[in-house]
């Protein structure tokens, strides 16, 4: 403001007439959205849906290049199985496609989209624990490396990812009414 005032002939007129109550409308996002990531992320997850929808045995063909390392896996999943919970998968994968296009048109987090998050972060946890807990998803299981060493990183990392988006919107949505 004082560079406004030093280089700017015109001043700003204060109006001194308002009050806090006068900004209970006003919208306040935590984040401003990065277009780039949005596309991103819109395009991966397309690409992701795409290739393990068509591709279901993918997993198979992983697991079975491990069979040429060193590294013996400790199960293998059950493609049948799998297949179950990638309707799920897919599910949660259109709703951040969608997540992702609404950043784009709004530009901020707002407290809506921010729930919204939140609840695919959720639902996405729930799915992964699922997947970890269910031993039908595995044959020959002797221990826990491979698929479900996977699921259990992505589990812990939704734990995660869950506290921290509750605390964003405890923090910065507590007081809007």
């Known amino acids: 403001m004082q560079l406004a005032r030093i280089y700017n002939e015109e001043t700003a007129v204060l109006n001194n007439d308002w009050t806090p109550d006068d900004l209970k409308d006003v919208e306040v ?60 998968i897919s599910i949660l994968w259109i709703g951040q496609i969608i997540y992702h296009i609404l950043l784009l048109f709004t530009g901020t987090i707002t407290r809506k989209l921010a729930l919204y998050d939140l609840c695919l972060e959720i639902l996405s946890g729930i799915l992964f624990i699922s997947l970890l807990t269910n031993m039908n998803v595995y044959s020959n299981y002797s221990s826990i490396l491979g698929f479900r060493a996977i699921f259990a990183l992505v589990a812990v990392i939704n734990i995660i990812e869950i506290l921290s988006k509750l605390y964003k919107i405890f923090k910065y949505y507590s007081n809007m009414k």
């Open 29 to 88: 996002s935590f984040k401003v959205n990065s277009v780039l990531e949005s596309v991103f992320t819109i395009i991966f997850t397309i690409f992701a849906l795409i290739i393990v929808n068509f591709i279901p045995t993918l997993i198979s063909i992983a697991e079975k290049s491990f069979e040429k390392s060193t590294l013996t896996l400790g199960h293998y999943v059950n493609i049948d199985v799998f297949k179950t919970f990638l309707i799920f």
